[in-house]
């Protein structure tokens, strides 16, 4: 009787690393989205905290020395921390969000044509919204 081979021992599949193209195109994403982010501090129809933690989530899939810069920045670090702590967003990210979205609404509605265009993005700007101020303001308690 032949004998059977002594069970495996479970391996666990080590991820390949990233082609140079893909980790190219991850960091390309990571500094599009941080420039977004930084014009969204002082734009008021981009949004900052997205965009930045996008740079932050495309960073760790490229750059190192990128996420490390992120996560210790003085103004970025508490954005990427908080999130990472259950999706937190701060109760005065979301009252500031929520003013430039009103404001870019009612710059919309003021300017563009055709109206519908302009409800469109309100419509949107409200569902940002309103899943924004249904995140927690806290990290949770363990």
């Known amino acids: 009787m032949p004998e059977t081979p002594p069970p495996m021992a479970p391996t666990r599949a080590v991820p390949s690393p990233l082609s140079a193209v893909r980790r190219g195109l991850y960091l390309a994403l990571a500094l599009v989205s ?6 969204g501090a002082f734009l008021p129809v981009l ?3 997205p965009f930045v933690l996008l740079a932050a989530w495309a960073a760790a ?16 670090a508490p954005m990427i921390r908080d999130w990472r702590r259950g ?27 055709p109206r519908w265009a302009a409800w469109l993005a309100i419509a949107c700007m409200a569902s940002v919204a309103t899943w924004l101020w249904r ?8």
Not at 34 to 39: I, K, M, N, P
Not at 87 to 113: D, E, F, I, N, P
Not at 135 to 142: S, Y
Request: glycine content about 4%.
């Open 135 to 142: 995140r927690p303001e806290k990290p949770p308690t363990l």
């Open 34 to 39: 941080l420039l977004l982010g930084v014009v």
């Open 87 to 113: 999706g937190v967003v701060s109760r005065r990210a979301k009252w500031m969000a929520t003013l430039m979205m009103a404001a870019s609404g009612a710059y919309l509605l003021w300017s563009s044509h």
């Open 61 to 76: 899939r490229s750059s190192p020395r990128l996420l490390q810069w992120l996560e210790n920045h003085t103004v970025f």
């Open 47 to 49: 949004p900052t905290t």
